[in-house]
């Protein structure tokens, strides 16, 4: 492809592009592709010959589309949102404009720069304390997902742990002994991604008891850890969630604070899908427990108009990611690193590369301003009230189970004589909601009960689709009570 041709397929492109928000209204949301329906109809080997445009495109449309679930669709509810939105879009065009690999600052200095800047800003917009900006002894860092990031803060905080040992004379054989005695703790709500950095760190994980509400509470920490300690273990890390994966609870941050105060254990706040709030004034209350933690991480992909992947961590005490992660090879030295008067964000993350991610976040919050990204969050909680209202006007059939936090609504179809039979009735509904491509949501299950979970977030979703969400939730449910009762 030379560069007139790409100037006219990327025209082509952009056009296409329009034209799927423009209809992605139209789309069932959830793909009804059968497992294996796409090597059924594909070559099974690579074209040895160039191949026009036109047959890569008409496979878009033909063959890649009918596999897509449309996350960005107005009547997508599951999971958390993931929304995009068009300066994202752009921001990423430039970024593969440039296509830098930007592991240290040399590679190229914008790419560095830049994400300091960015994450400053989001820092100062979310009411992130001093100690997390990049001008005193920490900052903040693009991740590709909140999974890193835990991950990374893991290995930070053992580090940190290992270090105190060693300032007591701890040798490394010593050391090697007392890593497998380490104990990370999360609670039975924090998403998987902790376990799952604990089984690639080989480090001892617990998952503590929730109250009544599903939180962490700092009480639990304290008699936990105490236990552990007592057991020879050690504990380092321990992650609060603010919006949990199934229903959005709020951990007591305050409180963990407060239990693992005079300890040197690491406190990762993981607020993935409810950090964005925190950049409205009706949130701010939660940052006297996160300005106390040792880093945050929000997922600006999941509520903040950002396009996947773009996970900001910020961390108090940089040095500790660094010298958990930093490998130099001769290949990799340079003089303005060994200056110590820039970040080389390679040592701030697994990968050795890493892409332009800033200029989607500069994009974005230059395009929509504070303002637009403000006005953004609150329209989806307020659709998603909207939701609960309508729910709450049918308490003969539905019931709200969890604390409503954020724009997620939680609820389960009532039954009158047991769970087992209202586990039946919620999850037909589900069944129902889904098949029917024309909303689609996820379900999940607390303490034995069935629970569906619905969540706006794209920013073409209006009221109008709300609406049309609930009739048909409504019109599923009496004719699936009606027919099994
Ligand atoms: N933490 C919370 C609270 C989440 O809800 C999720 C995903 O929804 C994650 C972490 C994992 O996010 P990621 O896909 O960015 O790793």
Redesign the pocket.
């Known amino acids: 492809m030379d560069i007139e041709e790409f100037r006219k397929r990327g025209y082509e492109t952009v056009d296409r592009i329009c034209k799927y928000y423009q209809e992605l209204e139209n789309y069932e949301v959830l793909s009804k592709v059968e497992p294996g329906y796409l090597k059924k109809v594909l070559p099974k080997e690579a074209p040895e010959e160039p191949e026009p445009w036109e047959n890569i495109q008409c496979d878009i449309e033909t063959k890649i589309i009918p596999g897509i679930t449309h996350w960005q669709s107005p009547n997508f509810f599951a999971?958390?949102p993931a929304n995009s939105s068009f300066p994202s879009i752009l921001g990423d065009m430039y970024s593969d404009m440039f296509n830098v690999i930007g592991f240290n600052w040399l590679s190229s200095p914008a790419c560095t720069e830049l994400e300091s800047v960015v994450l400053d800003w989001m820092g100062k917009l979310v009411g992130l304390d001093q100690k997390f900006h990049s001008d005193g002894r920490g900052g903040g860092v693009i991740q590709g997902?909140?999974?890193e990031a835990t991950l990374v803060t893991l290995l930070a905080a053992k580090y940190r742990m290992l270090e105190e040992y060693k300032a007591k004379g701890a040798d490394e054989e010593k050391l090697r002994t007392l890593s497998t005695r380490l104990i990370a703790y999360g609670s039975d709500q924090t998403?998987i991604?902790l376990k799952k950095a604990t089984m690639i760190a080989n480090i001892l994980f617990r998952a503590l008891p929730t109250d009544d509400n599903f939180s962490l509470c700092g009480e639990t920490v304290k008699q936990e850890m105490e236990k552990d300690i007592t057991n020879g273990l050690i504990p380092f890390f321990i992650v609060g969630?603010i919006?949990?994966?199934n229903s959005a609870a709020i951990d007591k941050i305050t409180d963990i604070v407060d239990a693992i105060k005079g300890t040197n254990v690491w406190l990762h706040i993981?607020a993935?899908?409810a950090g964005s709030a925190l950049i409205c004034p009706e949130y701010k209350y939660l940052l006297e427990g996160i300005n106390q933690a040792d880093s945050f991480d929000l997922?600006m992909h999941k509520g903040l108009l950002t396009n996947f992947d773009c996970?900001c961590l910020w961390i108090k005490e940089r040095k500790y990611l660094i010298n958990a992660l930093s490998i130099t090879p001769d290949i990799l030295k340079n003089s303005v690193s060994e200056s110590g008067m820039v970040l080389d964000f390679r040592d701030w993350q697994i990968s050795l590369g890493r892409r332009f991610r800033a200029l989607k976040i500069w994009f974005v919050i230059r395009t929509y301003g504070a303002k637009g990204l403000r006005e953004h969050v609150m329209k989806t909680h307020k659709l998603a009230n909207r939701f609960r209202s309508k729910i709450q006007q049918y308490p003969d059939l539905f019931i709200i189970p969890t604390t409503p936090n954020f724009g997620l609504v939680n609820f389960y179809v009532k039954s009158n004589d047991s769970l087992k039979n209202s586990n039946k009735l919620t999850e037909m509904v589900s069944n129902r909601l889904n098949e029917s491509g024309k909303i689609y949501l996820t379900q999940t299950k607390m303490r034995e009960q069935y629970i569906i979970r619905f969540a706006p977030g794209s920013p073409l979703t209006t009221e109008k689709h709300i609406d049309q969400a609930f009739e048909l939730l409504l019109k599923i449910t009496q004719e699936v009570t009606v027919n099994y009762n």
């Open positions: 999971f958390y997902t909140a999974s998403h991604c969630t919006g949990t994966t993981d993935a899908y997922n996970s």
